[in-house]
């Protein structure tokens, strides 16, 4: 049976969460076509998806062009404000010091990632950017294993290209 509209606005936090990441992974795998690496995140408010975004550094050869950052510019215009403490900010790997600098600034409430960044990771890996701050991490430790699979897959892709392709690889990594 369709719900109604009414149980539609009753959506559980589960459910939020699941439609967040479903497009925070469909994103990754889109940026990931491209040649980027396979990270995407969406932003939340209220249960509603406000923004969303893919990696694209190596689209726009630019280092700041995380997923984490586009998504919360993105979200910080429709919202008309910079301060993003009623939002959730979902994103399929764990931030980097450059991200999690970004969200602590703008007072996200709440950030669920996925996969775990042992290099460069700054909530549970390289550093505990996140204690002290007003924001809520958490690891989506169901999906965790979706992303990995995701990031481990473009690295082998690239891996497998042959020689003269060098440049590209050293370039993605
Ligand atoms: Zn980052």
């Given at each position: 049976?369709?719900?109604?509209?009414?149980?539609?606005?009753?959506?559980t936090s589960t459910e939020?969460?699941?439609?967040?990441?479903?497009?925070?992974?469909?994103?990754?795998?889109q940026v990931g076509r491209?040649?980027?690496?396979?990270?995407?995140?969406?932003?939340?408010?209220?249960?509603?998806?406000?923004?969303?975004?893919?990696?694209?550094?190596?689209?726009?050869?630019?280092?700041?062009?995380?997923?984490?950052?586009?998504?919360?510019?993105?979200?910080?215009?429709?919202?008309?404000?910079w301060r993003l403490d009623?939002?959730?900010?979902?994103?399929?790997?764990?931030?980097?010091?450059?991200?999690?600098?970004?969200?602590?600034?703008?007072?996200?409430?709440?950030?669920?990632?996925?996969?775990?960044?042992?290099?460069?990771?700054?909530?549970?890996?390289?550093?505990?950017?996140?204690?002290?701050?007003?924001?809520?991490?958490?690891?989506?430790?169901?999906?965790?294993?979706?992303?990995?699979?995701?990031?481990?897959?473009?690295?082998?892709?690239?891996?497998?290209?042959?020689?003269?392709?060098?440049?590209?690889?050293?370039?993605?990594?």
């Amino acid at each position: 049976m369709a719900p109604t509209s009414t149980e539609l606005k009753s959506e559980t936090s589960t459910e939020v969460d699941r439609d967040a990441f479903a497009q925070a992974f469909a994103l990754a795998e889109q940026v990931g076509r491209s040649g980027n690496v396979p990270v995407g995140a969406s932003v939340m408010h209220g249960g509603v998806l406000i923004a969303s975004a893919g990696n694209l550094r190596e689209t726009l050869q630019d280092p700041t062009a995380h997923a984490e950052l586009l998504a919360l510019r993105e979200a910080a215009q429709r919202l008309g404000r910079w301060r993003l403490d009623d939002v959730t900010l979902y994103v399929t790997l764990e931030p980097c010091a450059m991200c999690a600098g970004a969200i602590v600034q703008a007072r996200v409430g709440r950030v669920v990632y996925a996969a775990a960044e042992p290099k460069m990771g700054a909530h549970q890996s390289l550093h505990r950017l996140f204690e002290g701050s007003h924001t809520r991490v958490e690891q989506h430790h169901e999906l965790a294993e979706r992303s990995a699979h995701l990031l481990a897959d473009f690295f082998e892709g690239l891996r497998a290209r042959p020689q003269s392709s060098l440049d590209d690889q050293n370039r993605a990594l």
